[in-house]
């Protein structure tokens, strides 16, 4: 029989792995999330109900112009978006649109009011009313008038 041989490579402690992934798994979500919750109104992210839309930029064209010679329906805006809880007036949510100017922002049932702001500050976005159901996602579409004429 062969004497038995201690390996000399160490493992690290079991503790540090798992103290890694109770670290790294909260940071990975909290990038995911599409919305930033910070009140009673928000959901969390796997959320059945919320609000869905895009935001556009309307008119593109003067009145004058010839609308057929040109595209002149809206187009889509970066923006980011701001819930408020209408029942106890404070921020909910706030989240940035893509490059589509879409967004999504789980909510809970209830009525609120969503406003978006352009990053560029270049036009008037009109806020929208919105009665959010269970499990349903209410789609809206915020307008930010370009101040064509």
């Keep these: 029989m062969l004497p038995h041989r201690r390996r000399s490579a160490r493992r690290p402690p079991g503790g540090l792995l798992l103290a890694v992934v109770a670290l790294a798994v909260p940071v990975a979500l909290a990038a995911c999330s599409e919305a930033v919750p910070n009140g009673p109104g928000s959901a969390s992210a796997d959320a059945r109900s919320g609000v869905k839309g895009v935001v556009v930029l309307w008119p593109t064209c003067p009145v004058e112009g010839a609308p057929g010679s040109r595209d002149c329906g809206s187009k889509p805006a970066e923006a980011t978006v701001r819930v ?3 029942s106890s007036d404070t921020e909910v949510a706030s989240v940035r649109t893509g490059p589509d100017g879409r967004f999504r922002v789980p909510l809970r049932a209830g009525t609120y009011e969503v406003r978006a702001a352009r990053a560029s500050g270049t036009g008037y976005c009109a806020p929208v009313d ?5 499990d349903a996602y209410t789609e809206i579409t915020i307008r930010c008038d370009t101040g064509l004429r």
């Design 84 to 86: 408020r809880d209408r």
């Design 130 to 134: 919105v009665t959010v159901r269970p």
